[in-house]
């Protein structure tokens, strides 16, 4: 598997799938992820989807001590994913939490539903999930809209 390497400028997607499902990371501002997955999560999707994330952490941490990024993650299509991507994404999230501003996440499955009230559980209520596609767009254009104004 040949990741794409560096980081995502602002306005670009990028795109990944597996016989399974499909996950589109996109920069929408300089401090705004938004990563959608499709179908069943696997560890190759979660492993593109984090490494995306990492790099424009990575890239934001020089200039910031504050955390750097807002993630909105549109699961809303995603069927069920693989115990081994739930875990390191919770993992991660723990791991970088202080440079994550946000984590947003829509869900509609309710295996993936159930996925995220633990992680949740785990990560102390830091994840700000919701089953309404008209709360997380709303929340989502708010946020990229603040962002472009600073």
Not at 74 to 100: C, E, H, N
Request: glycine share 6%.
């Amino acid at each position: 598997m040949l990741l794409p390497t560096g980081t995502i400028a602002v306005g670009a997607r990028e795109e990944w799938s597996d016989a399974g499902g499909l996950t589109v990371v996109e920069r929408l501002a300089p401090r705004v992820a938004l990563a959608r997955s499709e179908g069943y999560y696997s560890d190759e999707l979660e492993y593109f989807m984090r490494s995306r994330v990492a790099a424009m952490l990575d890239e934001l941490l020089p200039s910031t001590r504050e955390p750097a990024l807002q993630v909105f993650c549109d699961w809303a299509g995603m069927t069920s994913y693989s115990a081994g991507a739930r875990t390191r994404s919770t993992s991660f999230v723990m791991q970088r939490r202080k440079q994550l501003a946000l984590v947003c996440i829509l869900v509609h499955s309710p295996v993936v539903a159930t996925g995220v009230s633990v992680a949740n559980m785990l990560l102390g209520g830091f994840l700000a999930a919701t089953m309404s596609r008209e709360q997380f767009d709303e929340q989502l254009a708010r946020t990229v809209e603040a962002a472009c104004e600073r």
